[in-house]
């Protein structure tokens, strides 16, 4: 099936390496892929876990559940303050060394036999070690994964030593977004559930917003800046070898379309209330009453300068998309962390969490309930459709689906699969 060449300036003529064609339905369906996922991706690659604020002292920890890598991790911070991550099996006879998600120790005790790891993952004690046979305890630590911190953000590798480190994995696409202010968003809410639909699929719905007017017509449709057919095209678009971006501007006459409203007052509260006070007053209400009760400021000046990098004045936010799973939303004042972790070929655990500032005052805090609720029925929207249209997949009626140019991204996404697959699998017949 032969399309068009994509014409000079849209979004995929930059790239004409990804062409113009449809993209098939098999990733999405087939259990075989998938394992060849976990193989060469996820088993090799950089994985998003959590932050820096979930384990803030000596001792504390938490548990993650990777499926797609078939392993438990313990992510924990030493006496040193060092983060270190291991996986979640003693040495011994097998059992998981930590029951419970989350918590704080000072060692790690099996429950099965009393074997004994520092916070490190030493093995540091053996019930009755004179009866094994010459026993070296440097040998039979808690096996380690590689970890280490970006921009407060944990991420895991199962390759103990990767073949590129997480600077080299993420600067490319994201050192113009470094320094943004994630150590003040302190404040926020999440959720999570188990989707009953491929990771890639749950995550296409997230990297385009053109199903926003037709998804989210009740919700936020009117909270993006459309153009003069009533479209919602991105600002830009950038792919890159595993990584890409988009930008969306915001109908700065709405709560959710002008998100500096808030921190900011002046102008930017007046121009959001300029419609809102009549079209959504609950919306108005809860930014009347949060003004100025947020801790921190955030002029868009002093934000970094990959940020709305098309210096857009009625930029909403940046869509990061991390590869393989993580959903990266930033905006002037908050920003949005999901997690796509594949269960099965047709389940997806999706982890959502976003983070505000820290809110001072009671109607600061009915602002954040607000917004709550409002995220919440924009998720409740996107998961709407991903059930059923994994079901339509899986029927077989159709081979194929058809991209069309703001839907750039989902492209990007499958290329980027499909060659990783293909270097794995060449690397292991050689």
């Known amino acids: 099936m032969l399309l068009s060449p994509a014409p000079e300036g849209t979004l995929t003529a930059r ?33 998003h876990v ?24 313990i992510v924990v ?63 039979f630590g808690l096996s380690r994964v590689a970890c280490e911190v970006w921009q407060g953000f944990i991420f895991v590798n199962m390759d103990p030593e990767p073949a590129v480190s997480l600077a080299d994995f993420l600067k ?16 926020g809410f999440s959720w999570s559930t188990v989707v009953n639909c491929n990771w890639k699929l749950a995550l296409d719905a997230f990297q385009e917003a053109y199903h ?33 971006r988009l930008s969306l501007a915001g109908n700065q006459k709405s709560v959710y379309g002008n998100p500096k409203a808030v921190t900011s007052g002046g102008e930017a509260a007046k121009q959001a209330l300029s419609d809102a006070a009549s079209k959504r007053p609950i919306a108005a209400a809860a930014l009347r009453a949060g003004i100025g009760s947020a801790r921190h400021s955030f002029p868009l000046e002093s934000l970094p300068a990959g940020l709305n990098w098309t210096n857009s004045p009625n930029w909403l936010f940046d869509i990061n998309v991390v590869f393989p799973d993580f959903y990266l939303s930033l905006r002037p004042n908050y920003c949005q962390a999901y997690n796509f972790r594949p269960v099965a ?6 982890e959502a969490r976003v983070y505000y500032p820290e809110m001072t005052t009671p109607g600061g805090r009915f602002f954040l309930e607000y917004m709550k609720v409002a995220l919440r029925d924009v998720l409740l929207e996107d998961f709407s459709t991903l059930e059923r249209t994994q079901r339509a997949a899986e029927t077989g009626a159709k081979k194929h689906m058809i991209l069309q140019d703001n839907e750039l991204l989902v492209r990007h996404s499958y290329h980027v699969v499909e060659r990783l697959l293909a270097a794995g699998e060449a690397i292991q017949e050689a």
């Open 50 to 73: 959590g932050r820096v604020e979930e384990i803030p002292t000596a001792g504390d920890y938490f548990v993650r559940d990777l499926a797609a890598c078939d392993t438990s991790i």
């Open 77 to 139: 911070r030493n006496r040193e303050g060092q983060i270190r991550a291991m996986h979640n099996v003693c040495a011994h006879r097998l059992n998981e060394i930590v029951y419970d998600k989350r918590g704080k120790t000072r060692k790690f005790f099996c429950k099965f036999h009393g074997w004994a790891y520092d916070l490190d993952g030493n093995l540091t004690g053996v019930p009755d070690e004179k009866c094994f046979f010459g026993l070296d305890r440097e040998q």
């Open 345 to 350: 070929h047709n389940k997806t655990l999706v």
């Open 212 to 244: 926003v007017a037709y998804v989210h017509g009740n919700s936020i449709a009117d909270a993006i800046d459309k153009s003069e057919n009533d479209s919602m095209p991105p600002l830009d678009a950038l792919c890159g070898e595993y990584h890409r």
């Open 172 to 187: 490319p696409m994201y050192a113009g977004i470094e320094g943004y202010p994630f150590e003040k968003l302190t404040s």
């Open 15 to 47: 790239y004409p390496e990804l062409g113009t064609g449809p993209i098939p339905v098999e990733p999405y369906i087939s259990p075989e892929y998938f394992e060849r996922e976990k193989a060469h991706i996820f088993k090799k690659t950089w994985l």
